[in-house]
Structures are given as structure tokens and as C-alpha cells.
């Protein structure tokens, strides 16, 4: 017998924090979500998602009143798809194929009273920067805001009758390795164009940065598959909360005169300082973060956004960027790998620019989908581009 408790109060939202955390204490690549970063989503006057759609969260219980499983599942208007799909996320579960059919059956009745005819999971109920995807290969330590689970986790989705409906692709390299050859020829041909130019982004002057970024973005960008357009406001306000971990040794813009025409955005991975926190932020731990940032060597960045602008594509000016930056944060950083955000395998585009910067597939996440009506013909995530 499974008992169901739909998380309310305080004892819940507790027990929906620590279940994982006491699942994987003998896992050493896991590291542990902050608990504010998981609670703000499922705060209406936190999250903008709850003004177009509904969610709820689930603990899962044995007759021993031992929670065995968890879930949030949720409805989201703006989530637009060729059937009502609703979706799954934070789920944790132990490894008990009879009790993840449970949990999934239940989520199934929550979306079809709903009107929903198929669940996507594992999502999150926001954005697919965070929280997104069952990792299913490159059991490592996860970049902050990327989840991370037991292997066994596939075969609970899989045998259940979930089907991937795109996989979720993470490139990375050795900062160290040896860099391509078209790279040092590019940025050869480009450092004798006296117009041409790169700079690191500086902490103090970051609307000029911001206002650049946001050009460039919008260029590359903006009309390229699921792209969109990027205010500069938006883009400030950004990199002003960035501020307290931009380091100005890993973002890079590349001009034309004074004309941006393509940049690079890293930041460290803040799970290299987040994981001694152990989910919380209060103010020790806001110490211990700074301490930690101070002393502890960070060696993993991130790649958030890479682009060049059109009239300047397929003239090797990446090539000049990349090496121009790689040769400084090699001798200013610790860092010694760089790993790029996810790129979906329904956007080719991406991934042969992804694949063009000398990288490979270290880690793979898969997006699952189950349809209701199990005599419908299955379809992967269309491809753009």
C-alpha cells in the first residue's frame, strides 16, 4: 500500500527537500539543489508560470510511513504542443519498478482530469535552462541547475512506457587540449586586420557590455530555430545579478572597430561551491560560499551563449575569439575543462557549432513522453533549422 500526501505544509516541504538528499548520501557525484533555488518555483508569488498554469507536488509513502517517492506534476498553457501534454519533474524514487508505475499513474490521472493527453518528464514547471531532462549517460557530477539521478532512473521511465522524445546533448573539452588548427590559422589571419579586436568582460562597465551582448545575441540568434529576441534592459538586469560570480577573465566580445560582431559567455560552475552548502543559504552559508569562492579552486567553467554575427559567420572569426580567449584564462584561471549548457539533437545547427569548437558529448539527458492513448503513433520533437 503507497500513501499520498499532496505537500502543503511546512513538514512536507521539508520531506520533499531531504528525501533525495538521503537517497544519494552514498552517491559522491551527486550534489544537492539549494533548497531556495527548488522552493521558489513552486512559490506562485515567485514563479511567473503559475499565471498561465497549475502544479502540484507529491510525497509517496509505504505502510511504514516512509517516504518512498516524490513528484511535482503540472499543467503550463505556454507549453505548446501537438496534443495537451502536461508535465513531470522532481521526480525521485526508490529503485522499485511497482512503486514508480504508482507514482506515474497517479501523475497520469492528475493531467487527464486536466484535459491532458500525454506527460512529458522529467521537466521542470518554468524554463528548459534548469531542472530539465533524466540523465541517462555521463554519471558525473552535474553542472549547477542540471539534475542528476541514478541509472536506474532509465529503466523506471522506460519500462513504465515513456519513450525519449529528444535527447539533451552536453559538449565539453580540456581547456589544455590541444586546440584545433583552424582555430591558431583563423586567429592568425584575423590579429593582422587592425580593425579587428577582443576584449573581456569587465564587471565595471557592464551596460556597455550588456547593450553589446544583446546585439550580437540578437543577430545570431534571435531568427535561429527556438531563438528569441533579447531586450537590453532584460540582458542588464542579468548580468547584474551575475555580477557576484562573473569572472572577467572567461566572457569574451570580439569588435570591428568599435562594432561588436561576436562574443563568448562562460561563468564558473557554481556547483564547484554550492556542493559544500548542502542545499542551504542561509547566512553561514552565504559565509561559507564566499570562503569557499576565496580558497577552493574552481576548475569547471560553463558555456552559456556563443555567437557571431552574420556578415562575420563562416570567416573564422570563432576561431580568432576562442584561441585569443583560451590563451588568457589559461594563464589567469584554474579552470581546466568548460563544459556547454545542453543542445537539444532536434537542432543540428547547434550541434555542428557546438562540435566545430573541438568538443564532445560528455553527458546526455533525454526528455521522456507518454501518450495517453497508447494506439497513437509516436513522434519525436520536430527538427528546426
Known amino acids: 500500500m503507497i500513501i499520498v500526501e499532496e505537500v502543503h505544509n511546512e513538514n512536507q516541504k521539508t520531506e520533499f527537500l531531504e528525501f533525495p538528499a538521503r537517497l544519494y548520501r552514498e552517491d559522491k557525484n551527486y550534489i544537492r539543489p539549494l533548497d531556495k533555488d527548488i522552493e521558489e518555483i513552486f512559490n506562485p508569488e515567485k514563479s511567473r508560470f503559475y499565471k498561465s498554469g497549475e502544479c502540484a507536488r507529491f510525497l509517496f509513502k509505504n505502510k511504514q510511513n516512509q517516504t518512498v517517492g516524490k513528484v511535482a506534476v503540472f499543467v503550463n498553457k505556454s507549453y505548446k504542443q501537438s496534443q495537451p501534454t502536461g508535465g513531470i519533474g522532481f521526480f525521485d524514487c526508490i529503485n522499485d519498478q511497482e512503486t514508480a508505475n504508482f507514482i506515474f499513474d497517479y501523475c497520469k490521472s492528475w493531467l487527464q482530469q486536466r484535459g491532458m493527453e500525454a506527460m512529458d518528464g522529467p521537466i521542470n514547471f518554468g524554463e528548459r535552462d534548469k531542472f530539465w531532462g533524466l540523465l541517462i549517460d555521463g554519471f558525473i557530477e552535474p553542472l549547477y541547475g542540471m539534475n542528476y539521478n541514478f541509472p536506474y532512473y532509465k529503466e523506471l521511465f522506460e519500462n513504465y512506457g515513456f519513450k525519449i522524445y529528444f535527447e539533451q546533448l552536453c559538449f565539453s573539452r580540456p581547456i589544455f587540449a590541444e586546440v584545433s588548427r583552424v582555430f591558431t590559422v583563423m586567429h592568425a589571419k584575423h590579429s593582422k586586420n587592425p580593425a579587428i ?53 572567461i566572457s569574451w566580445f570580439v569588435y570591428e572597430n568599435d562594432k561588436p560582431a561576436a562574443m563568448w559567455m562562460n561563468i564558473p560552475d ?116
Not at 527556438?226 to 551575475?242: D, P, R, T
Not at 575569439?321 to 549548457?341: A, C, P
Request: hydrophobic share 40%; no cysteine.
Open 270 to 385: 557554481l556547483n564547484q561551491w554550492f556542493k559544500y552548502l548542502n542545499g542551504k543559504f542561509g547566512i553561514w552559508e552565504k559565509l561559507t560560499f564566499l570562503w569557499v569562492k576565496r580558497f577552493k579552486k574552481n576548475e569547471k567553467m560553463v558555456g552559456l551563449v556563443f555567437g557571431v554575427v552574420p556578415e562575420w559567420q563562416r570567416k573564422g572569426l570563432e576561431g580568432y575569439m576562442i584561441w585569443e580567449g583560451t590563451q588568457h584564462l589559461r594563464k589567469h584561471t584554474d579552470f581546466k575543462t568548460t563544459e556547454l549548457q545542453w543542445i537539444g539533437d532536434f537542432n543540428p545547427k547547434m550541434i555542428k557549432i557546438a562540435e566545430s569548437l573541438d568538443t564532445k558529448v560528455t553527458r546526455k539527458l533525454a526528455t521522456y513522453r507518454f501518450l495517453f492513448d497508447r494506439n497513437k503513433a509516436f513522434e519525436r520533437h520536430p527538427m528546426i533549422g
Open 197 to 249: 579586436s577582443a576584449q573581456p568582460m569587465k564587471k565595471n562597465n557592464l551596460e556597455k557590455f550588456a547593450k553589446d551582448f544583446t546585439e550580437v545575441y540578437n543577430k545570431a540568434w534571435a531568427a535561429h530555430g527556438e531563438g528569441k529576441h533579447m531586450s537590453e534592459a532584460k540582458v542588464l538586469k542579468m548580468f547584474k545579478i551575475m555580477k557576484p560570480i562573473i569572472n572577467e577573465h
